[in-house]
Every structure is written in C-alpha cells, then in structure tokens.
C-alpha cells in the first residue's frame, strides 16, 4: 500500500534528534597540522637586523632610480 502524502514546499520535515555539534578538534581543517614554534627562533635573530637590511635595499634602489633620472 502505498501513500500518496505530499509535504508542502513550506513545511519540512524536523528532525527527531537535533544534529550536535562538531567538537572542537575537528571544526578546523587545519587542526593538528600546526607545529609549535621552538624557543631558539624567538632570540634567533634581533629585530633591527632585518630592518637594516631593508632600509639598505630600500636605499640602494631609491639611490639608484634619482641617479638614473639624474644622469638622463
């Protein structure tokens, strides 16, 4: 025997049980790939070094472009 009850567009069916929720662990997709940090990287370098670095490449190629233009 069959039922020919059709649910209206409107109405859905609910659930019996409501769905849980995903537990932390696994809301991420990026869960448990991270590795810590170690501590010799934190004192491996100080933090005016590589902003030297840049002032001096930032100097050259500003340098470089005003004697370009000024030899033109």
């Known amino acids: 025997m069959t ?3 059709r649910i209206p567009a409107r109405e859905r069916p609910v659930p019996a049980v409501p769905p849980t929720e995903t537990p932390e662990c696994e ?24 902003l030297l670095i840049i002032a001096v490449m930032v100097v050259s190629c500003v340098g470089f472009a005003v004697g370009r233009i000024a030899g033109w």
């Open 27 to 50: 809301s991420s997709t990026c869960s448990g790939i991270s590795t810590p940090e170690s501590v010799e990287l934190h004192t491996a370098w100080p933090g005016w070094i590589p």
């Open 3 to 5: 039922v020919n009850h």
